[in-house]
């Protein structure tokens, strides 16, 4: 680790994580005990109550969790991860009550596939992935493996889900594509004995299993769209459906309810209550994205699903009708913004969608939705009346901050797409910088915008722009490796910066007379404005770009932070890291002090908004 | 298109308000609960909660006959009272002799034959002799009054309480003093309400003291005007300066010449 070396370094707080990994099968748990809901984001497990709405986060994880699941009595939890190709992926099994790792089993390699808690908490099972195709059992006591064998037959596909039976500690189900097979553990001879389930001419990608309360037969979500019953003592097919109408694009999480009904939850987002023999939908809701989780609070009268567009829903069996709990972005997220003079809310973007947040509550208080484009940057106007917002089709729009309704779009404001973008504090020019490095001025009349001035320098994009206070200079910073000064008065070039780099951000001291740099090459420079000679380069990363750099208001401390995934926080003067924030498994896009210095807002481009405490509060 | 009459919409709009929560005054109870709960279950009919009360049914060999629910005259019972006892006329000892009959004749002529004079006679010869009780004379006509009554006879000389004033004499002139007392001082207090306030020695002196100071304050600025007075404003500086130290100088010469000042309440 790279935070080994200096002592004086110290964690940043982590206050709250807006996010959650809908991609995981089954990823969101409602705990046993009714009050907590458990969720993978990235390498980090939340563990979020219900009732107080506070968070609690596992760290431990090296990469991101690709499957992840709880005890039938709620004592641990296991989640495994994916590494790259050729290393060796671990499982972490976690005590629920201490809150902490209580043990690390490694033998998968690339990726572990998915885990299952026996009934007793005697054994967890856990499957690996294409690339390693075995299935191991472990004791959960003394965390040793007890034996492992081959997931699937040498003539079928590999395996894709686990799940142990409700009774018995000895008898577990694994399905994948072309294969499901009923395991039965022999533990005097440590052997794993499976037995194949004979589908006659049926073939399936089993995505999903769920086993009878009395173990009596389980069910097969596929990908195809229908359901499979099997019979578990005979391990024949019993029937299967629906015939006609198929779930689109494939069962993909499947969940029994006390009353015989199944919870049946489709690729398409659509969740329906059905009833055997021919799963007739009695209740149907459509949710946004893929629904990967379905989760039972207690004995089923509510029950939280999960969706891959990173929702989460609450129902109530009665009503069978959603209520968003949580939603965050499911794709990389590129900008903050907070609005003048409060910290009680910002606004991110990512690709398709602007959301407007609020900080204590993580609350999302606003989405403004454009299908298909990606938001680069995003600005609110000093006044707040309008969020100004750069996409990747070359338009700038606007967009009132309350019902987000456009006010007004710049089409074919940059050829290759809008990258940078910043408001003047009096509210009547943006300086916008594009794909293709020019840098523009707008005038915002009234009811018309128009181009002042369009400043031809950059060779690549523009990353970053920077106003100057008194709105008669900025700088801009490009991937060409050079930074400008320019002058907004007479429209030409103050200073130019040359640096080996792809410059990535960069920041004005609150006095102005000096600039921070940094980029690819993962130095942060302190540059002079008058001349734009160098004054000193600190080396701002072991390893991976700095992505993000924001400056206090007094300017004794900046923040960066970048696809090292750590948050540093450095004293101006001393050059010195002083706080390191971990909690990120995406690399770092941006970040932002918020004003009156209570939080580091930081987002990443696995979606996830972390906000930390910032340690120097005015 | 943007329309002027909407408000025009604002980030900070979007910040969740705090909501306030109105504190309820605290429910009002009556002063009168208490008692009016206690009249409540005094008034309360006799089997209102626990219902009438137990008592016999009556014996089915008790069923209502003929006749039984007229009314029948009383016998005898007006001559019994609550006690039981018959009354005092018709008691066995103390009845009066019953009316003659009407055919009986009043025996008439019954002459006594005893010597009224011949016992009076013997009475008086054997009578013992009336002892004269003590008197005093008091007038020269010879009227007479008992001795023993008149006070004149040193008979409670050894009481304990003998020659001293009466103890209701003593409590009688107390009040009397007292009312007379508050009486005079109410008086007082209505005269003292009339009339005007003296200043004392000690007032008049901080009051010719404060004058003083005042005066000097002014002499002061006044020594400290400029030579030349030309300009109207100065002037008129000057001219109230000399006006208000003219009269402090009066108040302090009229309040040193008088002793004794009273001030009018009006």
């Known amino acids: 680790m790279a935070g080994g070396s200096e002592e004086k370094q110290m964690q940043l707080e982590l206050e709250s994580v807006i996010g959650f990994n809908g991609h995981v099968p089954s990823g969101l748990i409602s705990h046993p005990d009714r009050e907590h809901l458990i969720y993978p984001l990235g390498c980090t497990i939340i563990i979020y109550n219900l009732n107080r709405r506070k968070q609690q986060f596992l ?107 409700n009774n018995s500690d000895d008898v577990f189900i694994t399905g994948g594509n072309g294969t499901l097979r009923v395991w039965e553990v022999d533990l005097a001879n440590r052997k794993l004995r499976p037995t194949e389930c004979q589908m006659g001419q049926l073939k399936r990608v089993v995505t999903c299993l769920a086993v009878a309360e009395d173990d009596s037969c389980f069910y097969c979500g596929t990908s195809t769209g229908d359901v499979l019953k099997i019979n578990t003592r005979t391990k024949l097919l019993n029937s299967y459906g629906p015939q006609k109408k198929k779930f689109s694009l494939g069962v993909t999480t499947l969940r029994l309810l006390k009353t015989g009904e199944i919870l049946i939850g489709s690729g398409d987002g659509k969740l329906s209550l059905c009833i055997e023999p021919d799963y007739k939908e009695l209740n149907r809701v459509q949710l946004q994205g893929a629904i990967t989780s379905i989760t039972l609070r207690g004995q089923g009268h509510q029950f939280f699903v999960g969706t891959s567009k990173a929702q989460i829903y609450r129902f109530n069996y009665p009503e069978f009708k959603q209520e968003l709990v949580a939603s965050c972005h499911s794709e990389a997220i590129n900008d903050i913004a907070f609005p003048f003079a409060t910290a009680e809310l910002f606004a991110t973007c990512s690709k398709n969608d602007i959301r407007v947040w609020h900080t204590v509550s993580h609350e999302e208080l606003l989405r403004i939705t454009v299908p298909n484009m990606t938001c680069n940057a995003i600005e609110f106007m000093r006044d707040g009346k309008s969020i100004i917002s750069a996409w990747n089709d070359g338009k700038i729009r606007a967009f009132t901050p309350e019902s987000g309704r456009l006010l007004y779009e710049i089409v074919n404001a940059h050829s290759m797409g809008v990258t940078a973008i910043a408001t003047m504090s009096n509210c009547k020019r943006i300086v916008s910088g594009g794909g293709e490095g020019q840098v523009r001025v707008w005038e915002l009349g009234k009811d018309s915008q128009h181009l002042v001035e369009s400043m031809k320098e950059h060779k690549s994009a523009v990353i970053c722009i920077r106003l100057r206070s008194n709105n008669k200079e900025c700088v801009t910073a490009s991937s060409d490796g050079t930074c400008i000064i320019w002058d907004l008065e007479r429209f030409v070039r103050k200073q130019m910066i040359l640096d080996n780099t792809l410059f990535r951000c960069v920041c004005y001291h609150p006095e ?59 004293d101006y003067n001393d050059g010195e890291v002083t706080y390191v924030g971990i909690g990120h498994s995406g690399n770092i896009n941006q970040l932002k002090i918020s004003p009156l210095s209570k939080y580091i807002i930081s987002v990443s481009n696995d979606g996830a908004i972390l906000c930390w405490k910032y340690p120097y509060p005015v | 298109m943007r329309n002027m009459a909407v408000p025009e919409e604002s980030i900070y709009n979007l910040i969740p308000k705090e909501e306030v929560k109105i504190q309820k005054p605290p429910r009002y109870t009556s002063t009168f609960r208490h008692s009016v709960k206690l009249e409540e279950q005094k008034n309360k009919a006799a089997h209102k909660t626990m219902g009438p009360a137990k008592v016999e049914v009556p014996s089915p060999k008790e069923y209502l006959q003929k006749h039984t629910k007229e009314a029948t005259l009383a016998q005898k019972s007006a001559l019994l009272n609550s006690t039981g006892k018959p009354p005092r006329c018709l008691a066995e000892d103390q009845k009066r002799p019953p009316v003659p009959p009407r055919t009986e004749q009043p025996i008439l002529g019954i002459q006594t034959n005893k010597s009224f004079i011949k016992t009076n006679v013997a009475e008086a010869v054997l009578a ?123 108040d302090i010469d009229v309040i040193e010449r008088q002793k004794i000042i009273y001030i009018a309440n009006n």
């Open chain 2, 128 to 250: 013992v002799p009336k002892k004269p009780k003590p008197v005093y004379v008091d007038t020269k006509k010879g009227d007479k009054h008992l001795l023993e009554t008149s006070g004149l006879v040193p008979k409670y000389i050894k009481r304990k309480d003998f020659g001293s004033t009466p103890e209701y004499l003593v409590k009688r002139n107390e009040e009397v003093r007292r009312a007379q007392e508050e009486y005079d001082a109410y008086v007082k207090e209505r005269l003292k309400m009339g009339a005007m306030k003296q200043l004392s020695e000690e007032e008049r002196q901080n009051v010719l003291e404060g004058l003083k100071k005042n005066w000097d304050e002014l002499h002061h600025d006044y020594q400290g005007l400029s030579v030349v007075i030309d300009t109207p404003p100065k002037k008129a500086h000057k001219e109230r300066l000399e006006a208000e130290m003219r009269q402090l100088e009066r």
């Open chain 1, 59 to 165: 760290h431990g994880h090296t990469n991101n969790i690709s499957c992840f699941t709880a005890s039938k009595s709620g004592k641990y939890l296991a989640s495994g991860q994916v590494t790259y190709m050729g290393f060796k992926a671990d499982i972490l099994m976690w005590d629920y009550n201490k809150r902490e790792c209580c043990g690390k089993l490694t033998l998968h390699k690339v990726k572990v596939e998915a885990l299952a808690f026996s009934p007793n908490d005697k054994y967890l099972v856990s499957l690996g992935g294409q690339d390693d195709g075995s299935i191991v059992l472990w004791n959960v006591l003394t965390k040793e493996p007890i034996c492992g064998s081959p997931a699937s037959s040498l003539n079928a596909g590999h395996a894709l889900t686990v799940t142990f039976s």
């Open chain 1, 512 to 570: 102005e007379f000096q600039i921070i740099t940094s980029g690819t090459d993962r130095k942060i420079v302190y540059w002079e404005v008058f001349d734009g000679s160098p004054i000193r380069g600190v080396e701002g990363s072991m390893s991976g770009s700095i992505n993000g750099m924001d400056i206090s208001d007094n300017g004794s401390h900046f923040v960066t932070g970048g696809n090292d995934k750590l948050i540093k926080v450095w």
